[in-house]
């Protein structure tokens, strides 16, 4: 049956995805692009940036590279998707990656400010939508044909659908750095409830753990 994924969410020794500060100037706020330094040195994260590829390999390639096998559609929340808060002022906004996003299928943006769809070039659509996650979650994978879902952040939209028992795994990648403030997904012990960590594997930048939801 098809899954829903997370993949290579990066988080710090003390719990956040993300640092302090969100905004224009530090989308992942302020020290959050560290957490993501491991996947841009995989040839995985080079060719995303348009940098030729080492054929290094090892554990993190293989980590970075499965967040993109047999993914046939995305949800992420507002967070993720720009800085802006409340009512959208205009539709002016298109997300953080230009043009021609990473995503090339239907991508379903949690907000309670809906929107027009948004279609982007490379086949990536985005949907704005304001609905419970399982009602987004059967959206997703009708549109996904068979193929897995994969959930991005931020932390809120990652907590949510795991308290609804709804992600099938949750890779999380663990940087040895402190944030000391930002946003996290362990805000309280109901959040991992039926999850059990299935799969633990250290590189030497990061340790890479996977927790499965138990009677999947």
């Not at 957490?35 to 040195?41: A, K, S």
């Not at 939209?157 to 308290?163: D, K, P």
């Amino acid at each position: 049956m098809p899954k829903l994924r997370v993949h290579n969410l990066s988080i710090s020794l003390d719990g956040y995805i993300a640092g302090p500060n969100q905004g224009p100037d530090h989308p992942l706020g302020v020290g959050g692009m560290d957490l993501h330094t491991w996947v841009f040195d995989t040839d995985f994260g080079r060719a995303m940036s348009g940098e030729a590829p080492t054929g290094a390999g090892g554990l993190d390639e293989k980590y970075a590279a499965a967040g993109e096998v047999n993914i046939g559609a995305t949800i992420m929340g507002r967070n993720m998707f720009g800085p802006i808060r409340g009512e959208w002022p205009d539709h002016s906004w298109t997300g953080w990656w230009g043009p021609n996003p990473p995503y090339h299928h239907d991508t379903f943006v949690l907000t309670h400010h809906p929107r027009p769809s948004l279609e982007m070039e490379g086949g990536t659509v985005f949907h704005f939508v304001d609905d419970t996650p399982e009602a987004v979650l059967k959206r997703a994978f009708e549109s996904a044909g068979g193929q897995d879902v994969r959930l991005g952040g931020g932390a809120s939209a990652v907590r949510q659908f795991l308290r609804a028992g709804l992600v099938d795994e949750l890779h999380l990648a663990q940087v040895p750095i402190l944030l000391g403030g930002g946003e996290k997904i362990y805000d309280d012990p109901a959040t991992f409830a039926g999850y059990e960590c299935t799969r633990l594997e250290s590189s030497d930048k990061v340790t890479h753990m996977t927790f499965t939801r138990q009677g999947r």
